[in-house]
């Protein structure tokens, strides 16, 4: 099953999805897992770190940071990055990317790469059969 959403609209203070957004989503039903890949034509996560007053120096920084929980949007947030990360890839065994700038995450590394893309992608493949699995574990 596919599912595909295309969204213009004016540049708001979001962080990950300001400008264009696409949402597309794919539910395999012989290998049992949901991906989803959202992407934005935005700032990016390091510009939007260096427009709210973060001192950080690369893309990779900005990836790191954003693990680790830091927010743009006040101190009680900036859960979801870090908690959906480990959600996904520990509770789930599932996969989580981020590409932002000239960075990428996957696999719990960061890598730099030879291109550019001025906003954010987020990729995640979820198994849908994971055995055991408790959210609860992953909640801050």
């Not at 960075?103 to 055995?131: F, Q, Y």
């Amino acid at each position: 099953y596919w599912f595909f959403f295309l969204m213009i609209r004016r540049p708001p203070r979001s962080t990950l999805f300001p400008y264009t957004t696409l949402f597309r989503s794919h539910y395999n039903s012989f290998r049992k897992y949901l991906e989803v890949c959202l992407a934005d034509s935005g700032h990016g996560l390091l510009q939007t770190y260096l427009n709210d007053g973060v001192e950080i120096q690369t893309h990779a920084d900005a990836i790191n940071q954003a693990l680790l929980g830091l927010s743009t949007k006040g101190k009680e947030r900036g859960f979801g990055i870090p908690t959906s990360n480990k959600m996904i890839v520990k509770g789930l065994k599932g996969v989580f990317v981020i590409l932002t700038g000239n960075s990428m995450l996957i696999d719990n590394k960061v890598i730099n790469l030879p291109v550019t893309w001025k906003g954010t992608i987020v990729v995640l493949r979820i198994p849908i059969t994971a055995e055991n699995f408790n959210y609860i574990k992953y909640v801050e």
